[in-house]
């Protein structure tokens, strides 16, 4: 296939069914742009468009949003200069404190988040951080539970960006705060597991800025022609790395002035 081709909507459709598969038999599978090697963005985001409409189609009710490759080390890493976004399936929400199964995982890793509710409409393109910001609502310290569907989490922009980047489960703390009054930027943030310190960093981790997080969501669904609706709840993107976790694993993340997030994997 040459590169920038588009996908037709049949290869869409199947390709999505490919990893819907995959996700639901909790089972890896080879990067899709071994497939397709000239896979490009809007067709990776039509297939990941196509996985929600699937997971719609079966009563899944659309949750909120999340943002990957947020802070600059990763997408250093990735040799990208942009984030990508993905969405959050209800089905995907474990209670703050409660047990998540490992079945239907494949290889998890935890990330530790700062998680948004919009107070009003944000809509694309030139949305900046400020606009973002006085749109945020409520703050929650989050827990992201990452799990790609490809081998090793091995994988492209264009596999990941198709595979939902990687969303699998995610705890919202049950106590949030108001944004206004907080100092979003220099919040202090501690991922630890099983009690002991994991990573530790801040809210300027995301992109500088969670609510410039927020904003590049916001344009980046604008080149879909889409809104973000007021009432939306946003995971801004990991402060941490990701760190493995196992069956007996305890996680938990403290946000500074916001409370804090917990999970048990069993
Ligand atoms: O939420 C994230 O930042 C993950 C984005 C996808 C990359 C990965 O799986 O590490
Ligand atoms: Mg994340």
Same mark, same amino acid.
């Given at each position: 296939?040459?590169?920038?081709?588009?996908?037709?909507?049949?290869? +869409?459709?199947?390709?999505?069914?490919?990893?819907?598969?995959?996700?639901?038999? *909790?089972?890896?599978?080879?990067?899709?742009?071994?497939? !397709?090697?000239?896979?490009?963005?809007?067709?990776? !985001?039509?297939?990941?468009?196509? %996985?929600?409409?699937?997971?719609?189609?079966?009563?899944?009710?659309?949750?909120?949003?999340?943002?990957? %490759?947020?802070?600059?080390?990763?997408?250093?890493?990735?040799? #990208?200069?942009?984030?990508?976004?993905?969405?959050?399936p209800d089905s995907g929400c474990i209670p703050d404190g409660a047990l998540a199964s490992m079945r239907g995982l494949i290889h998890p890793k935890v990330e530790a988040e700062i998680a948004v509710t919009t107070t009003r409409e944000l809509r694309g393109p030139g949305c900046g951080a400020a606009e973002a910001l006085a749109a945020i609502g409520m703050v929650h310290a989050a827990i992201e539970v990452i799990d790609s569907r490809?081998?090793?989490?091995?994988?492209?922009?264009?596999?990941?960006? /198709?595979?939902?980047?990687?969303?699998?489960? !995610? #705890?919202?703390? *049950?106590? &949030? +705060?108001?944004?206004?009054?907080?100092?979003?930027?220099? %919040?202090?943030?501690?991922?630890?597991?099983?009690?002991? #310190?994991?990573?530790?960093?801040?809210?300027?981790?995301?992109?500088?800025?969670?609510?410039?997080?927020?904003? /590049?969501?916001?344009?980046?669904?604008?080149?879909?022609?889409?809104?973000?609706?007021? &009432?939306?709840?946003?995971?801004?993107? &990991?402060?941490?790395?990701?760190?493995?976790?196992?069956?007996?694993?305890?996680?938990?993340?403290? #946000?500074?002035? +916001?409370?804090? *997030?917990?999970?048990?994997?069993?």
């Open positions: 296939m040459p590169a920038n081709a588009e996908l037709s909507s049949a290869d +869409v459709e199947r390709l999505a069914a490919f990893l819907d598969e995959a996700e639901r038999e *909790a089972r890896e599978v080879d990067k899709i742009t071994d497939q !397709y090697p000239g896979l490009g963005h809007a067709d990776a !985001y039509a297939i990941q468009r196509a %996985l929600l409409a699937r997971r719609r189609a079966r009563g899944e009710r659309l949750a909120g949003r999340k943002m990957g %490759l947020t802070s600059f080390a990763k997408m250093r890493q990735m040799g #990208v200069d942009s984030p990508i976004h993905g969405f959050l490809y081998r090793n989490f091995r994988f492209d922009l264009p596999s990941v960006i /198709a595979d939902n980047t990687s969303a699998a489960r !995610y #705890v919202i703390g *049950a106590a &949030g +705060v108001p944004a206004a009054g907080l100092d979003l930027r220099h %919040l202090g943030v501690v991922l630890e597991k099983n009690g002991g #310190v994991l990573a530790t960093g801040a809210g300027a981790a995301v992109l500088g800025h969670p609510a410039a997080s927020l904003a /590049a969501l916001v344009n980046l669904l604008a080149e879909q022609d889409e809104a973000l609706p007021a &009432g939306t709840l946003v995971l801004t993107g &990991g402060v941490t790395e990701a760190f493995p976790v196992q069956a007996g694993d305890s996680v938990r993340v403290t #946000v500074q002035q +916001v409370g804090s *997030a917990a999970v048990r994997f069993g």
